[in-house]
């Protein structure tokens, strides 16, 4: 256990279906990004969430749309996705010091297929 | 962020040490080694991470070269639950943390 929990652990949706991805973490931490891991491929950078603000958005297509309330809680909300989409997304936290040693702890992971 | 050379994959058997090696010649002197392992399908798992001097934890010891143009993550004693991807990256802070994944280097331990 990392103190990252992302739930569901596993989906599956239509290109039509709207859904939404949910990390939460235990942490204490006030950074929360979203990581896409598809097959065979190097983890992706999507977003990164800084003291609840949004500071990077790895030019992801405006189909998935995230959300941060708060800075225990992070959202992927998921809409007309397509067949290619469907991989690992990866959540994980941080504490944004400025000291620059600051690590990154990540989630179970959401293994999402979009039929 | 500087780039990252580790060999594709390697063996190792159950006992023994494993040693994964990490070439980042391009390193910054503000850049730090840090290393990550990826279980099949799980998230990756933080291992340990060093800017100059070679560190120890409960999980591995980093070894960084003195001109820091390459490190090596020690597993002691490699079990069968320590196969998984291993992942070097070496980042400068920039406010807020960001890791770049290469591909690693896939280790498996067989008994």
């Known amino acids: 256990e990392t103190g990252v929990t992302q739930t569901p652990r596993h989906l599956v949706m239509g290109m039509t279906n709207k859904k939404s991805l949910k990390c939460e973490q235990h942490?204490?931490?006030?950074?929360m990004y979203w990581y896409k891991q598809s097959a065979k491929k190097p983890l992706e950078l999507m977003f990164v969430?800084?003291?609840?603000?949004?500071?990077e958005n790895n030019s992801v297509p405006s189909r998935f749309s995230p959300e941060c309330p708060n800075s225990s809680h992070l959202f992927l909300h998921l809409h007309t996705l397509q067949p290619e989409d469907s991989a690992l997304y990866l959540c994980?936290?941080?504490?944004?010091?400025?000291?620059?040693?600051?690590?990154?702890?990540f989630g179970p992971g959401t293994r999402l297929t979009v039929l | 962020d500087a780039k990252t050379t580790q060999p594709p994959s390697m063996d190792c058997a159950e006992g023994r040490a494993a040693n994964l090696p990490c070439n980042h010649s391009?390193?910054?002197?503000?850049?730090?080694v840090y290393w990550y392992r990826q279980i099949h399908s799980q998230g990756p798992q933080y291992i340990i991470h060093?800017?100059?001097n070679n560190e120890t934890n409960e999980m591995a010891s980093l070894i960084i070269t003195e001109d820091r143009k390459s490190s090596t993550l020690i597993l002691p004693h490699a079990t069968l639950r320590d196969t998984a991807v291993y992942y070097c990256i070496v980042r400068v802070f920039s406010g807020y943390s960001t890791l770049t994944f290469g591909k690693g280097t896939m280790l498996l331990v067989s008994p």
């Open positions: 060093g800017l100059k």
């Open positions: 994980a936290s941080s504490q944004d010091t400025g000291g620059g040693t600051d690590t990154q702890y």
């Open positions: 942490l204490g931490h006030n950074a």
């Open positions: 391009t390193i910054s002197g503000n850049e730090y």
């Open positions: 969430y800084s003291l609840e603000e949004r500071v």
